[in-house]
């Protein structure tokens, strides 16, 4: 009797485990087919090229897995690319790529996802997200698509239309930084890449390999920016005072050294990165609590982007890691020694 009824309560209590587990998977993430709507904006917004033909906004949010029904619906236009970039020529005919937006609670950072990379030739997904950090953009899944090949550089444009759309007000100061820092990072990973491809010509890379260690400086890079960043923050808020010039260039050579890419730059690449952070401190917001909150986050994936391709990549991959792990392990055996210190006391 006993057995039976230890037996009776067990089964009903992982049934309503398994219920539990299955409406609450349900409950987040629904059908394939059925769209997560968020109660501060409603259904995500589609910000379609101004461009497009009814045909290729019709392909383009397929490839984008959407509907009209899904979604509300906006469009970039070349007088957009003005008021958020503060150049171009106005034309709608060069608006070709889009962008759905999904804004997400606080806390869930920024994800970025190209559904044709094919077709953005310029920019990657990585690359958008300290840029859009620096414009005010905050925990929110984009997702960028064209259907024709395009640089990319304009579906920064069609994020900042999702959030005016829905009520947020975009400061034109930063969207205009962010696009000169998406403007000077992509030069800069080009340069990068080119000059650590030469230094590493013996080493007989394949193109898989090539293509991943090109991958990983570029994810080095997009870390750098979020260590000029905090150190800025940092610096300002034990000194009251924005840094000096002298500061700003030792934040910015330090970050390079930290991440393996001051052999990579010249002079004058480093400038221009000195020239971007001193900008940063200048621009309202850009260093504030929240924007450094939401740094946090995009730089969890840039350091798991290097350390996965670094380990894909062997012994090769060693001399990528730069010093973010050694540093990693020093302060790690620090608090090791403090911890051992203390519990020996009592």
């Known amino acids: 009797m006993k057995k039976s009824l230890i037996i009776a309560a067990v ?30 904006w409603g259904k995500p917004t589609f910000v379609a090229g101004a461009g497009l033909n009814q045909s290729q906004i019709n392909e383009t949010m397929k490839l984008l897995d959407i509907n009209s029904d899904s979604v509300n619906t ?96 975009v400061d034109p100061q930063r969207a205009q930084l962010a696009q000169e820092e998406l403007d000077t990072t992509t030069d800069l990973s080009n340069s990068i890449v080119e000059q650590a491809t030469k230094e ?33 923050a940092d610096l300002k808020e034990k000194q009251g005072e924005l840094a000096t010039k002298d500061d700003v260039e030792k934040i910015v050579n330090d970050a390079l050294a930290k991440n393996n ?32 909150a939401q740094l946090d986050k995009i730089s969890e994936g840039f350091k798991d982007t290097v350390d996965k391709l670094s380990d894909e990549l062997g012994k090769f991959g060693d001399s990528i890691k730069g010093t973010i792990e050694e540093n990693q392990g020093f302060f790690s055996n620090l608090w090791t020694s403090i911890t051992d210190f203390f519990g020996n006391l009592f």
């Open 200 to 232: 590493n010509e013996s080493e007989a890379l394949t193109d898989d390999e090539q293509a991943k260690a090109d991958e990983a400086y570029k994810a080095q890079l997009n870390q750098t920016l979020v260590d000029i960043k905090k150190e800025l």
């Open 11 to 40: 089964t009903l209590s992982l049934a309503g485990s398994i219920g539990i587990y299955t409406n609450s998977a349900f409950a987040e993430t629904g059908s394939a087919n059925e769209t997560v709507i968020n109660e501060r």
């Open 74 to 169: 906006q469009k970039a236009t070349g007088q957009d690319l003005i008021t958020y970039l503060g150049y171009g020529s106005g034309d709608d005919s060069v608006m070709l790529s889009s962008v759905v937006v999904n804004r997400e609670d606080e806390g869930k950072g920024i994800n970025v996802d190209i559904v044709t990379p094919q077709n953005i030739t310029l920019i990657t997904a990585d690359q958008y997200k300290n840029p859009l950090v620096t414009a005010g953009i905050s925990d929110a899944t984009i997702k960028v698509a064209s259907v024709a090949k395009v640089t990319g550089e304009s579906a920064l444009t069609g994020v900042y239309k999702a959030y005016e759309a829905n009520g947020e007000t």
């Open 261 to 292: 890419l001051s052999t990579y730059l010249t002079k004058d690449d480093v400038a221009k990165l000195v020239s971007l952070a001193e900008k940063y401190q200048t621009t309202d917001g850009v260093l504030d609590k929240e924007s450094i």
